[in-house]
């Protein structure tokens, strides 16, 4: 082919900026053959730059590469050394006999060559899995500074049509190509995204109800006879603290009251059951789902374990397999050290309590007066900043100690390590979560005692008290503050860290680009350019590759922890904040394209992985169901004044023995609600002051009243107190066992797959019988 003018790729023209050459339309041209992009790149630094141990290190490793015949390609850039790694099709070849002769992993017959994702991930294996003769392997090698980054290359081509159709913020509204992003990252990956997008799909109709349920709140709480009996009366309320604080009239909690009744209504009720059977019907459904795609790419069977027993002999044909074991001693360990990590996070609680209860004291002795006559609900909005943060420092403290459970527990092989990282992650990060707002639904303004009793920290402050209205608007501030934050700050960093880095290290790389675009390449059979060929394009696309954001085996855990506390929000809690589920569809609408773009674009590309599920994520979501149902029906019968409210329209108001009168039957319930503390009785005047029974108009009272259910003489608990835990007992039993039934009834009546996928997966298992025994027979 002498003589004959050589084109340049169309690689190499779009890198240019060149459409057409001399009048000539290069996009005429035919496509261009890619030689076989290399399996994994290792980064370290020259000898120059490193220590004579650690040089030695480097090299005797690559050596051990070279022994298992892997082609190994070395490029110098500065001082930096690139080491490209391919492996020889007989590693392959035998990777994919040991599929076909495997009894739960299976090659499908009609894939006649490796692809590049598998590729990697069998080259992955196979360097984590490679010692010198200190016994160090890569990730020891990687700690020590040996090499400096390890990671698989970028496909362009492919890399461009993801970015084209799915990473890109013009296509939030988009289906996503889940056998696409599969092929690119691996089935791990696309199950990840293909169970967020249907979580974000199936949100649609709670978020829907929810933002009806709290419309219902807006439109019917300025005609509730209870916020009349808070803003239009003069009750006068006994003071929220000691010495600074004075007693305060319960029209001036207005507007708290109002906020209140948006979402603590009788719809809320219904909500909360209606969310907890979703939870239900959205794991069985998920089940289905995910069915089709496992069938459609052939890893039904797949069996994790089994993988790594293959990758291990392709690795090295004289391996021993890791025995299991079980150390009682080990996982005694384990458990103590769990128990004390929770023990530490409840204590956290213990100090955002007390945090809470202090800052609401300073804020009634400050000069401001909105903030004086607001000190709780400020304090409650002070104590969930608190608790955000302290979210934020506990994530790096739980993983680190997740990790060395796991390092404790000596687990026989990753997948092993994974699960048991999962759980005890998952676990630390739920209390560290949850402790608070459990604290705020199901002890606040219960345990601080009364007026003459009051319950003291260290003898000094007085733990906080409900609002007359109820308990439920503070864990509405504390969810929506921590929610809010979470997924806005969260997502903001997630997002422009990586596009800053990304931003200044394509600066340093102008240089290179200049270089490689005017390269010239050595003819192939076809006599066309190829910008893989040139080792000044190699080293540029290597060195993008290496200044991308690292990645590791935990990037993808870090994204489905986070959209299962999301998860978690929506779900346990959602009785008293109803509208959790549309911002949680909000959030991830957006979500899934910030995780896109960041792993398409912005970040080095993550191992392909093969799996058929999400793994023990589908326990911990499935644990997450039970626990909102229960959750939710102590938020209503214990938190909320449904209870009370109800045995007050039918049993104490002036509905209870007249029908038919035309009286609301819900006026005087506020009034009910409260008791009366007495000046005359000489345990009140040892705990109220003089002074502190002044109202801002300077009369002064010799009475106030507080929310409880207690005698006005002698402060025991009244009857109607006890009849109130009763019924709230008995609710809860019911509620619970209820949805549970419901739950069950809905698990059995959807099949965990689509009867078309178990006929598809029974004619497949059929047809590969006929031909092992027609194998057998020839």
């Known amino acids: 082919m002498t003589g004959h003018r050589r084109q340049p790729s169309i690689e190499l023209l779009e890198f240019i900026g060149v459409v057409k050459e001399n009048g000539n339309d290069q996009t005429s041209l035919p496509p261009v053959h890619t030689p076989l992009s290399y399996d994994y790149v290792l980064v370290a630094k020259t000898m120059e730059k490193q220590d004579r141990e650690s040089f030695k290190k480097q090299t005797e490793y690559i050596q051990e590469l070279k022994k298992k015949n892997l082609k190994v390609t070395k490029l110098i850039e500065d001082d930096l050394v690139f080491y490209g790694i391919q492996a020889p099709k007989e590693i392959f070849e035998k990777y994919r006999y040991l599929l076909k002769v495997s009894d739960a992993c299976n090659w499908s017959s009609d894939q006649n060559i490796v692809p590049l994702s598998t590729r990697i991930r069998i080259v992955h294996f196979i360097l984590t899995h490679t010692p010198i003769h200190t016994g160090e392997g890569l990730r020891d090698l990687m700690k020590t500074k040996v090499f400096e980054a390890r990671f698989c290359l970028h496909e362009k081509r492919k890399q461009r049509e993801l970015t084209e159709i799915w990473a890109r913020w013009t296509a939030c509204l988009q289906g996503q190509p889940i056998t696409a992003i599969r092929n690119y990252f691996g089935e791990k990956v696309a199950l990840y995204y293909l169970w967020l997008g249907w979580y974000t799909y199936l949100l649609i109709p709670p978020a829907l109800i929810g933002v009806v349920v709290f419309l219902y709140g807006v439109a ?3 005609h509730s006879p209870l916020i009349k009996e808070v803003c239009d009366v003069d009750t006068v309320m006994c003071p929220l603290c000691d010495n600074t604080c004075k007693v305060w009239q319960l029209s001036e909690t207005c507007t708290y009251a109002k906020v209140s009744l948006l979402f603590d209504n009788n719809g809320t009720v219904v909500f909360a059951m209606v969310m907890a059977i979703w939870a239900t019907l959205f794991l069985e459904f998920w089940k289905r789902h995910r069915a089709s795609y496992v069938c459609e790419w052939k890893v039904s069977d797949w069996c994790e374990e089994e993988e790594e027993l ?6 090295n044909v004289n391996c021993e397999p890791k025995e299991y074991k079980h150390s009682y001693l080990r996982s005694t360990l384990v458990l103590i050290c769990v128990t004390f990590m929770i023990l530490v996070i409840i204590g956290l609680t213990h100090a955002l309590v007390v945090f809470r209860v202090i800052a609401a004291v300073l804020l009634a002795e400050g000069s401001w007066e909105f903030l004086s006559t607001n000190s709780n609900s400020g304090a409650m909005m002070l104590g969930a900043l608190l608790h955000y943060v302290i979210i934020t420092v506990m994530k790096r403290v739980n993983r680190v100690v997740a990790m060395k459970l796991c390092e404790i527990e000596k687990t026989r092989s990753f997948a ?3 699960k048991s990282f999962t759980v005890k992650m998952f676990t630390f990060q739920f209390f560290t979560y949850f402790s608070s707002l459990f604290y705020v639904a199901f002890f606040l303004g219960r345990i601080n005692g009364h007026p ?7 003898g000094k402050w007085r733990l906080e008290e409900c609002h007359p209205s109820g308990c439920l608007t503070d864990l509405f501030i504390q969810m929506a503050i921590i929610m809010i934050l979470k997924q806005t700050i969260s997502n903001v960093f997630e997002f422009t860290g990586p596009w800053l880095s990304r931003w200044m290290k394509r600066r340093k790389s102008r240089k ?30 290597w060195l993008n590759n290496y200044r991308l954001n690292n990645v590791d085996s935990f990037s993808l ?8 506390i999301q998860f978690s929000f929506t779900t346990i809690f959602v009785a008293a904040f109803p509208l959790a589920p549309f911002l949680a569809l909000l959030n991830n609408v957006i979500e899934i394209r910030l995780d896109a773009i960041k792993m398409v674009t912005l970040e080095r590309r993550l191992v392909p992985k093969k799996t058929n599920d999400i793994g023990v994520w589908i326990d911990v979501l ?4 039970v626990l909102a149902v229960i959750a939710n029906g102590l938020v209503i019968g214990v938190s909320s004044d449904f209870i009370p409210r109800l045995l007050y329209r039918y049993r104490y108001g002036p509905c209870a023995k007249n029908a038919t009168t035309d009286i609301d039957c819900m006026v005087g319930y506020i009034n009910n609600t409260l008791s009366i503390a007495r000046m005359d009785d000489q345990a009140i005047r040892n705990e109220f002051s003089d002074a502190q029974m002044v109202l801002p108009s300077g009369v002064n009272v010799s009475y106030c009243s507080y929310k409880d259910y207690r005698d006005n003489e002698d402060y025991s608990l009244t009857p109607q107190f006890w009849v109130i835990q009763a ?9 619970e066992h209820v949805v549970v039934i419901c739950k069950f009834i809905a698990a059995w009546f959807v099949p965990s797959a689509p009867m078309q996928v178990k006929n598809d997966r029974l004619f497949d298992k059929l047809n590969r019988l006929k031909e092992e025994l027609r194998s057998f027979e020839a």
């Open 557 to 564: 855990f870090n994204e489905f922890l986070e959209m299962v």
């Open 622 to 625: 499935e644990a997450i169901g």
């Open 512 to 541: 290179l680009q200049r270089k490689c675009a005017h390269c010239y390449l050595k003819d192939d059979m076809e006599s066309k350019y190829d910008v893989e060929l040139c080792d000044n394009c190699k080293i540029r696309d």
């Open 452 to 458: 003459g009793g009051y319950v003291r920290i260290a």
């Open 416 to 418: 092993a390590t994974e």
């Open 727 to 735: 019924v709230r007992f008995g609710f809860v039993i019911l509620f």
């Open 310 to 315: 293959i990758l291990e002999i392709v690795n």
């Open 220 to 222: 019917f709480f300025n």
